[in-house]
């Protein structure tokens, strides 16, 4: 989405060194245009099968994103009360939100159950029997899918696989067996649901095949065995691309995956892609404070750091970095940082970029995902701006947060008390 006119860079039709002087840095640039793109290519990939994308809010969680999905009557998949009440203000319906997350507490399902939420990803004995307890205290009944551990290799960083056996999402297969043979014991929870998810940043269909086989062979052998699964959830995960030479899976291919490892059934399907519809979507916009002379390479120190954009330090992730405009430069080595008091607060090791003066307008790109919703005011620097931008215009949806609003909250402490 960015491009030229002239010597004036574009990203979806907005001239980005115009919106960082009225902005300031550092800032997340959203393209609604690209997202708009991908929700249509998931959808159209999807055409008629029974199926509802419900976008994992956590990906980026701003108001005006999951508004975006809202619109185009996409569900969300949560994995907290927070997220819960940020879908429900973005207007996204609760019959369309699923909730996942090993930690659920009795207070979140009773809130997600007070919203009528369609469904709880259940991950362990405790949560099904916590859940039946909270549903049998409000007199309702809650649907539930088990999120099965299909034991594979999604080959992708570590700190992003889900779906090994020792890891601590969903249950092993003999435990989910054991939920559904003792479905009568848990009458207010309907289990009819199965869900898998297996990692993310996936670049590869081969793991996602293998669990959706495994998925598949568990719904053949409880369908035989009399249990009725009325939806399959097979989770997010979809890659993006971060670097050149990465191929993302694309919709259709992903989707032709699932028609065929779960021919036949005639449930609702869910997806839950999160960094796939938004990730490729951001930019973030940040100015080079100075170039700091090194033992190995100079320094560009920028004005965004590891708070407002962690996965480079948390991952080791690799994210593009371009100067904004176009001139022709000599190129140079730099080690990229922040200004954070962190030796992991580094964007980039050994990095080759036309060389950069203080002042430079720079984009890291495909910062739309993990971005701005894993930010924190570490070092206490105010949470970054966030803008959205639409065909040439643009719009504030989270202003720079302010001094006063980064220590809101916090107190001398003068009143004392006993418990
Ligand atoms: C994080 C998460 C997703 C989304 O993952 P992406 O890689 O962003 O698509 C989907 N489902 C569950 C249960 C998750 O935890």
């Not at 203000?89 to 507490?105: E, L």
């Not at 793991?207 to 009725?228: M, S």
């Not at 962190?342 to 739309?368: K, Q, S, W, Y």
Request: include cysteine; charge should be negative.
């Amino acid at each position: 989405m960015t491009s030229r006119a002239g010597s004036v860079p574009l990203f979806d039709g907005v001239d980005i060194a115009a919106l960082a002087s009225r902005v300031g840095t550092p800032t997340y640039a959203y393209s609604a245009s690209t997202i708009r793109a991908r929700i249509d290519e998931l959808l159209s990939a999807l055409t008629g099968l029974n199926a509802l994308v419900c976008y994992a809010a956590k990906a980026n969680s701003n108001v005006a994103v999951l508004q975006l999905m809202a619109e185009h009557e996409l569900g969300a998949d949560i994995v907290s009360a927070g997220e819960l009440w940020r879908c429900l203000q973005a207007g996204i319906r609760p019959g369309r939100i699923v909730f996942s997350g090993v930690g659920k507490t009795a207070e979140e399902m009773r809130e997600a159950l007070a919203a009528g939420i369609g469904r709880f990803n259940l991950e362990s004995r405790d949560e099904l029997e916590t859940l039946q307890a909270v549903a049998a205290s409000m007199n309702t009944v809650a649907r539930a899918a088990v999120r099965i551990n299909p034991d594979v290799d999604a080959r992708t960083h570590a700190k992003i696989s889900t779906g090994r056996a020792e890891n601590k999402f969903g249950v092993g297969l003999d435990e989910a067996r054991d939920w559904f043979d003792h479905a009568a014991g848990f009458p207010n929870v309907r289990l009819d649901g199965l869900h898998a998810h297996i990692g993310s940043q996936l670049l590869e269909l081969a793991p996602i095949r293998q669990a959706l086989q495994r998925v598949a062979a568990f719904w053949h052998e409880l369908r035989d065995a009399g249990h009725a699964i009325a939806s399959i959830d097979v989770g997010g995960g979809l890659g993006v691309r971060y670097r050149e030479g990465e191929r993302p899976i694309a919709a259709v291919g992903y989707v032709a995956a699932i028609r065929e490892a779960l021919a036949g059934f005639d449930g609702r399907l869910v997806l839950e892609p999160g960094r796939w519809l938004v990730a490729e979507a951001g930019v973030l916009l940040t100015r080079v404070i100075r170039i700091k002379p090194g033992a190995n390479h100079p320094f560009l120190v920028l004005d965004a750091a590891m708070n407002d954009l962690l996965r480079p330090s948390l991952y080791e992730a690799w994210h593009d970095i371009e100067p904004v405009d176009a001139q022709p430069r000599p190129l140079e080595t730099y080690d990229v940082v922040g200004p954070v008091c962190e030796t992991g607060d580094t964007f980039a090791r050994a990095r080759t970029l036309p060389r950069c003066n203080a002042g430079d307008l720079l984009m890291i790109h495909t910062t739309g995902a993990y971005g701005a919703s894993m930010a924190s005011t570490y070092n206490s620097r105010p949470l970054a701006a966030e803008v959205l931008l639409d065909s040439g215009r643009y719009a504030e949806v989270r202003r720079r947060q302010t001094w006063q609003e980064m220590i809101a909250g916090e107190q001398a402490a003068r009143h004392w008390h006993t418990t």
